[in-house]
Each structure stands twice: as C-alpha cells, then as structure tokens.
C-alpha cells in the first residue's frame, strides 16, 4: 500500500556529515575517464601489472580446495596465515613482529579511519607534512582535529621541526618513501632522527608505506618500525604490490592499540573479505611477489625516465621539480604568480589532466604547485601530454 501524498522528509545531518568534503582526485577521474584525455591525475598502479593469471589460478584453488571457509565470516583481525606472513616479512634480527601485532583492513585507507576513530578527539593535534596524503588529511578530518603542518625541505621531512610541537600532539602521520604527493623519500639519517624525536616526546609516529617496495634500483630504506616498535604504527598494502581492486591493506602496532583498533573495525566491516585475504595469501606465499616487484619497478622506472626527460625539455625555466628514485609520482613547483587550478582548467582544455597541490596542504595551501603521476601513461603519450603542458606553463611566465 503507497502512502498518499506522504510530507516531504526533512533530513538532519549529522555535524560530521556535513563538513565531508568529496577528494578532488576523485572528481578530476571522472574527468580523465574520457579516452582522448592524457592523465596524469590519479595515483593508479599500471593495469600493466596486475598478476591476472595468478590471481585467477589462485581463486580457483582457494575455492576448490578451501570454499566453505574463505565464503563464510571470518576473524575481525584477520587470516592468520597472512597475518604471519605480513609479520615475518617484517621482522628483523633486532626486532620481531608477531601475527597478533598485525590486523588486516579493507585497503589502507581504512587503517586510517580506524586510527583516526581510535586515536583523535575533536579539536586534537594531529601533525602532517607539509604538503602531505590528501586521502589522511580527507579520513581525519572526519573527526575534527587541529592540523599542524611539520616542515618539509627538497629531502622530505625535517625531523627537528617536530620538536616543538610535539608535545600533547596524538601522533604524527608521515610517509617516508617515495611519498604521495611529493616522489620525496627520507634519508637513514633522517628516519634514524625522526624516530628518536617521536621516541623522547613519547608521539606515537604513523609510518604509511604504500609505495616502500617501489624503489626503481630495488635497493630498500630501512623501516622506522624495525627501530621502535613500540612507538612506530606501520601502515602496508598490496594495491601498489598486486592489485588495489582487491582492497587489502594493514596495520601493525603495538598490542593495545591493535586491540582497540579491532574493536573499531567490528563497528565498522566487522572483517575484511576472507575470500581475499585467502587469495592473497596463496598468491604470495611462496615468494611470487620477488620475482613479480622488480617488473613493477623497471616499467616505472622507465616511465618516470621519461616524464623527467620531457620536462627538461618541455618545461621553462623558473619550473622545479623532484626527481623520485621510485614511486609514482613527481612535484612540480611553479613560478609563485601561477595558479595550478587555474592552469588545469586550460589543461583540461587541451585534453591533459593533474592534480593541482592546493587540496594536499593541511594549512596555508600552495597554489602554484601540482603532481604528476606517470606509472598509467605509455612514454610517447607522456611526451606528448608533457609538451602540451610546458606550452601551456610557457604561456604564463
């Protein structure tokens, strides 16, 4: 039975609810969708490299051999045989990460929610990069902090500038390789410098590592976690590594903290898909992802080879930008008197897309500033994509 001529439903949001804001990466790939435009917009891995055929054979056997379990409920912290796995490829000789530190989400993204649930209060300060991961800055902002942007030079982040503000700061969030936006990675000397900071003002320090894995020499940073467990939350994902479509991520963590973020996510998911976490675990368990990496790393490497050559062709002078050893992307710093979202409606124009640097900044947003991602984008296209926005950067010196 239909109701006749029903009030019209007055919604009240919650507070919360209506200061959330929609990423502005998300709303350029709605744009970049169109066949014709050059992007270099989103942070996507290169469909190049997903392991389809593995991946496929994988699921078959987990579904033949093991159905009943990997389609039902699983454990809020996760599939233990991955859960070892993730721990053991994270253990040192000095020091040691148990399966229980470990606790499996649906893509890092949710790791951050989880912390940010757990770990701030309205109006608690929160220290980022300068400019940091717009996809934190989106996820705790739900919930209300007080940002404090840390300094950041050409070598990433400046680890003396956390001593003075430190103090009843919740934690600092930072990502030390290759990092999203900037293609900037922190020196030995620096993460050694960072943790000890963090470890005599007692702030717990986030390490977001999507990209660790990515080094286009294969030659690893050492891990900040492996210096302080205690003190060093680990963020980790297979979206760079396999695959993002299969939305698995991690978090490692001391005991307690863990043990709260759990019950966090049992609000939240209750559990990541155990099909998955199944799959996965049968993809990398025999040492697949040694051989499949390096592949990922040469097809970058070169990509990235090519955007810098094309810039340093292309782009006029007064134009900086990074020079990543790895990752996906590059930081392009222009003259102060340009806009970049001014510049991308002219790009847009002419079929090539990025993401203007405004949207990365906690505090006081640098306009004249935009990333470049490569790793979707065959080199003869990123030549031309990269010709048509020196023309157009050209234009406004």
């Known amino acids: ?16 609810a209506e200061q959330l804001q929609s990423s502005f990466i998300r709303e350029i790939l709605k744009i970049t969708q169109q066949p014709e435009i050059i992007s270099f917009a989103g942070g996507l891995p290169s469909p190049a490299t997903f392991p389809i055929t593995e991946m496929k054979a994988a699921f078959d056997k987990v579904l033949t051999q093991n159905g009943k379990l990997a389609l039902q409920y699983g454990p809020t912290d996760g599939y233990l045989p991955l859960r070892q796995w993730i721990a053991d490829s994270l253990s040192t000789q000095g020091a040691k ?12 993204q949710q790791v951050l929610d989880l ?26 902002s739900v919930y209300r902090p007080q940002f404090v942007s840390v300094a950041t030079d050409a070598h990433g982040l400046v680890p003396h500038s956390v001593t003075g503000v430190a103090d009843g700061a919740r934690f600092l969030y930072a990502l030390p390789n290759f990092q999203n936006p900037t293609g900037r990675s922190l020196s030995v000397e620096r993460r050694v410098e960072l ?27 050492p891990k900040m976690l492996n210096m302080n467990p205690a003190g060093v939350i680990y963020m980790g994902s297979f979206s760079k ?3 993002p479509g299969i939305r698995l991520g991690y978090v490692v963590a001391p005991l307690a903290l863990v043990r709260r973020l759990e019950l966090a996510k049992q609000a939240s998911d209750l559990h990541t898909s155990q099909l998955t976490q199944m799959v996965v675990h049968e993809v990398i368990k025999d040492g697949f992802l040694d051989t499949h990496i390096p592949s990922i790393r040469t097809l970058y490497g070169k990509q990235c080879q090519a955007m810098l050559a094309a810039m340093d062709e292309h782009f006029p002078a007064g134009v900086s930008w990074t020079k990543p050893e790895g990752g996906m992307f590059i930081w392009v710093t222009l003259p102060k008197h340009i806009d970049a979202m001014k ?5 847009i124009a002419n079929k090539v897309a990025f993401v203007p640097g405004a949207p990365f900044y906690a505090n006081a947003a640098e306009s004249n500033t935009l990333r470049l991602s490569f790793v979707t984008v065959p080199p003869e296209r990123i030549r031309e994509g990269i010709a048509i926005l020196g023309r157009l950067i050209s234009a406004l010196v």
Not at 115 to 128: M, T, Y
Not at 196 to 206: V, Y
Not at 343 to 347: K, T
Request: glycine share 8%.
């Open 97 to 108: 990460i148990i399966a229980e530190q470990v606790l499996m989400t649906s893509g890092s």
């Open 343 to 347: 510049l991308l409606d002219e790009a």
């Open 241 to 243: 590594v396999l695959t």
């Open 195 to 221: 943790v000890e900071t963090c470890a005599r003002h007692g702030l717990p320090l986030i390490e977001d590592d999507p990209y660790g894995a990515l080094s286009y020499s294969g030659a690893p940073f």
């Open 115 to 140: 912390l940010g649930k757990v770990l701030i209060d309205e109006g608690s300060r929160v220290l980022v990069e300068t400019p940091s991961y717009l996809g934190a800055l989106q996820a705790f």
């Open 1 to 16: 039975m239909k109701i006749e001529n029903p009030n019209p439903i007055q919604w009240r949001f919650a507070e919360r």
